[in-house]
């Protein structure tokens, strides 16, 4: 059973997909801690609640973003863990703290990566009169959001969208979606070796490509 660490900046919703995850026994992995960078993410509470420990880096105490990731990885070291998973956690982490974690850090994105990188995902989407949206699971390289991506899924973008619409929707899927890849790479079969994705032992071309159903709500 692999050891994962999950890193979170608010409340937590795809956490609680990979915790429900585990209590269905459908993930051999645990997640042996929860650290956030707010003391009021109300993820922490959501792990306090599942019996899991956590711990506060507040990137406020530190004067750069370099010494706040070395304190960040002074945090994780002691608990071991095989993976780090990214969950809502709202920091851009450091080349240096990156290569520490490499293909054994992922991240899940509100987008069909490589499109819309960075912020406010459902706007520019919404701008832009896409037809699609979605979100992407995807190892993490110093470039942001541009780590090789491992699976995709996709949603209709509705005539009456607008931005939190559209982003419960997405979200509804993102709870799907990092649960079966972090099972993917606890049984071993994703995994990343020369920035190329490999599942059950085949390079991926592209991304996997997934489809859940939509639905119109988050449940989280």
């Known amino acids: 059973m692999i050891r994962l660490v999950a890193l979170i900046s608010g409340r937590g919703s795809n956490l609680q997909a990979v915790i429900d995850a585990l209590s269905a026994q459908s993930l051999a992995a645990e997640v042996v801690a929860v650290i956030s960078n707010n003391s009021n993410a109300l993820g922490l509470e959501r792990a306090r ?28 070291q002691p608990f071991a863990p095989d993976l780090v998973f990214l ?14 974690y490499h293909g054994r850090l992922l991240n899940i994105h509100p987008s069909l990566l490589p499109a819309y990188r960075g912020l406010n995902t459902h706007a520019r989407v919404l701008a832009a009169g896409d037809l699609q949206h979605g979100a992407s699971v995807h190892f993490v390289t110093p470039k942001l959001d541009g780590g090789p991506v491992i699976a995709r899924v996709a949603v209709n973008v509705h005539p009456d969208d607008d931005p939190e619409r559209l982003a419960a929707r997405v979200l509804t899927q993102e709870h799907q979606l990092y649960p079966m890849v ?3 790479f606890a049984a ?33």
């Open 49 to 76: 609640q599942a019996g899991i420990v956590t711990r506060v880096v507040d990137h406020r105490d530190y004067p750069d973003r370099a010494q706040f990731d070395a304190a960040l990885h002074q945090a994780i």
């Open 87 to 100: 969950a809502g956690f709202m920091r851009i982490l450091g080349a240096e703290f990156v290569n520490q």
């Open 182 to 184: 972090i099972g993917w």
């Open 188 to 220: 071993g079969r994703v995994r990343l070796h020369n920035q190329q994705v490999y599942l059950d032992d085949h390079p991926l071309s592209q991304p996997v490509e997934l489809d859940f159903g939509e639905s119109s709500c988050a449940a989280l």
